[in-house]
């Protein structure tokens, strides 16, 4: 059996048994739903259908109701695709990178940060997508057979590998999510009484009977898709970021895209799931399960994401003037000084500054500044997609075509009931689904439980 | 004589181990095990053999590296050879760096696809199956062995009274 050292730290606190872990996760399922729990909903509801009253008014008018124009062809809708996306990545980095790495810690906190992978993933796909102005025909992005002639997509567009990736990316995040769901699926049915959630349950959990032969599949399955899905997520967001590199506009044509992006999206994926897990831990009480010590792990994770991310920033900017191309320069320059400079310098102060507080233990094992500094952290990523979008293209190579940006109230209001509709979908996750993987919290209550440790000193 | 399955129940998993050995070292066959979690160590006790879902995988993900290439090659030079900004596409290695992303991808998506699928179908675990376990506590905290007088070349009370001898939790005998 496997020994942990008795010098770390419990990873489930108080003296649980296997049988407390299912009570502790199953329990608020079977229960009714909580009051906190329908407010929340509601307010998650009316925004999310907010967000879809100003898709369908996009949809209707065409995205003229955008803020964009002849210069700024690309801004909120590329911005939120790629934070959506990059809050996106935590989720897979915590269930595959982790997993490869042997980190126990993450099993805690898996299934929630890879539910937050697949709504935000869905909440990045609906801006490029709605982005065609023609949504109905979204499908030509596709190398279908069609009746046009010989009219495929262009494969050398990094377009066109955006569309690969982020499909790959999604359906893999979800069947790697559900594949790791059925069996606790299948604890949920064989409790549950009441008769109808019990059938739903039933075939959600694809008649899972844990047999040990399917154990065995079972660990076999999520190590392999550990292995490939851990490329994947440094593939996806590389490809993201070529999106921007692989064109000429001063600013994005840099060869430090791809590696600066991914620590970006982990960066900021790590500071979403701090948010979701601190309220959720409080609110579905499963402090003994994600404590202190899960959270500063991730702390750790965020100083090191962020601090490669602060020397991105300063290494484009030193290679910006390096470069000697005026153009190149300019863009620079006009980021920490054009008119758009305060988003610079909140991007700057809540990303690469911000960050470094945690550097004190006391700070960064604080729950109360730790949930204030992820939301600083995603503010903070969200403004470095603007300035890295809006800032290069508004004054790119001629002044004579400058222009400026103002988000409209459709912008704005399919922004916010992205965020709308993300909460509902979580909220959903967190009443229905188990929101840790308890069968495999309970492959590590033997080796990192607290009765069970101290039982080892004697 | 009807042949009997016996389903023993223990409550912890050292427990089961240390039994399942003991049974093993006996002569027992034990058929399965059914477990709320997986069980490490138990495999090459029971006789359960390393599975071949990873062979599988690379295989599917080499078809689809096949695939994405025949695909780029057929959309890119041979249907349609696209002229971009001066950089034609006359044949397909002129711009293999350039589908390289998507060869990946696509590789990526058939493997872990194709596994999961493959996954699904040895299991009979699919939408709407009904499930197998003798007892619902399996998948809560208890784990149980079930045994079969067909497999066992022994009567009913030895295999009974070999069981009775382990840490047993619960034991019940039924007709199969």
Redesign the interface.
């Known amino acids: ?2 020994k942990e050292s008795n010098i770390r730290k419990p990873l489930i606190l108080g003296h649980k ?3 407390d872990i ?1 009570n502790d996760i199953v329990s608020p399922i079977e229960g009714p739903a909580p009051k906190q729990w329908k407010i929340a909903f509601t307010i998650a509801l009316i925004v999310a259908l907010y967000g879809i009253g100003c898709i369908m008014y996009l949809v209707g008018v065409g995205i003229g109701s955008w803020g964009l124009n002849k210069t700024v062809g690309w801004a909120w809708d590329i911005t939120n695709f790629v934070w959506w996306v990059g809050i996106g990545h935590a989720g897979t980095l915590i269930s595959a990178v982790l997993l490869l790495f042997r980190q126990r810690w993450r099993m805690a906190i898996n299934r929630s940060a890879e539910a937050m992978t697949i709504f935000a993933v869905i909440m990045a796909a609906i801006f490029p997508v709605f982005h065609m102005g023609r949504v109905w025909l979204a499908y030509w992005t596709l ?1 279908l057979p069609n009746q046009f002639g ?7 567009s ?1 377009l ?2 955006d569309v ?2 982020i ?2 990316y999604f ?2 995040s979800l ?2 999510w559900y ?1 790791g769901l ?2 606790d699926f ?2 949920i ?3 549950m009484t009441k008769p109808k959630m019990k059938k739903i349950y ?20 999520s ?3 550990a292995g ?2 851990t ?2 997520v440094f ?1 996806v967001h590389s ?1 993201v970021s ?1 999106d921007f590199a692989t064109s000429i506009v001063p600013g994005w044509h840099t060869t430090i895209f791809p590696p600066y992006f991914v620590s970006g999206a982990i960066f900021s994926g790590f500071a979403m799931v701090q948010t979701l897990l601190l309220i959720m831990r409080k609110t579905m009480k499963l402090e003994a399960y994600i404590h202190l010590k899960h959270i500063e792990y991730m702390n750790i994770v965020i100083i090191v994401t962020g601090s490669i991310v602060g020397v991105a920033y300063l290494t484009e900017l030193f290679i910006s003037d390096y470069s000697g191309v005026q153009y190149e320069s300019y863009a620079f320059i006009n980021r920490f000084s054009g008119p758009l400079a305060w988003s610079y310098w909140c991007m700057m102060t809540c990303n690469v500054i911000s960050p470094q507080l945690f550097w004190f233990k006391k700070l960064r094992t604080n729950l109360g500044v730790t949930f204030f500094m992820s939301i600083i952290v995603n503010i903070g990523m969200w403004f470095e997609r603007f300035v890295i979008i809006v800032t290069s293209i508004h004054r790119d190579y001629v002044p004579a075509a400058w222009g400026e940006f103002k988000a409209s109230t459709i912008d704005i209001g399919m922004f916010i009931g992205t965020i709308g509709i993300f909460f509902t979908l979580f909220l959903l996750f967190a009443r229905y689904f188990p929101v840790l993987a308890l ?2 919290l ?2 590590i209550l ?1 080796t990192s439980g607290e009765s069970y440790k101290n039982e080892n000193k004697h | 004589m009807a042949n009997k399955v016996f389903h023993v129940m223990y409550d912890d ?1 050292q427990k089961l181990l240390d039994a399942a050995r003991a049974l093993v070292a006996q002569g027992i066959r034990v058929k ?12 090459p006790i ?1 006789g ?1 053999k ?2 071949r ?2 062979i599988a ?1 690379f295989m599917y ?1 080499c078809t689809g590296t096949a695939l994405a290439i025949l ?2 090659w057929y ?2 030079v041979s ?2 050879d ?1 002229n ?1 900004g001066g ?1 034609p ?1 006359f044949t397909w290695i002129e ?1 293999a760096p ?2 390289v ?2 060869m ?3 590789s ?2 058939c ?3 194709g ?2 699928i493959t ?2 179908l ?12 003798p007892d ?6 208890k784990f149980v062995m079930e045994i079969t007088t067909e497999e066992n070349n022994m009567s009913v009370q030895d295999i009974e009274s070999k069981i009775r001898a382990t840490d047993v939790y619960e034991l019940s005998i039924k007709d199969y």
């Open positions: 059996m496997f048994t296997y049988h299912t190398p010989s009219l495929w997509p262009n494969f050398n990094a066109m590998w690969f990736a499909s790959t359906s893999v069947v790697f594949i059925i069996p299948a604890t049915r064989d409790r039933s075939i959600l959990s694809f008649g899972w009977s844990g047999r040990a032969k399917h154990w065995t599949r079972f660990e076999e399955v190590l392999v898709l490939i899905a490329p994947l593939s490809i070529m069968n495999e309970k492959t033997k | 998993d399965d095990v059914f477990s709320p979690f997986p069980v490490h160590g138990l495999d029971i359960v390393r599975t879902l990873a995988s993900a695909g780029t959309f890119m249907d349609w696209w971009i950089k596409n711009n350039a589908f992303p998507v990946f991808e696509f990526v998506f493997g872990a696809h596994m999961v996954y699904l040895r299991n009979g675990t699919l939408p709407g199956m009904p499930a197998t376990n619902p506590r399996t998948t809560d905290d």
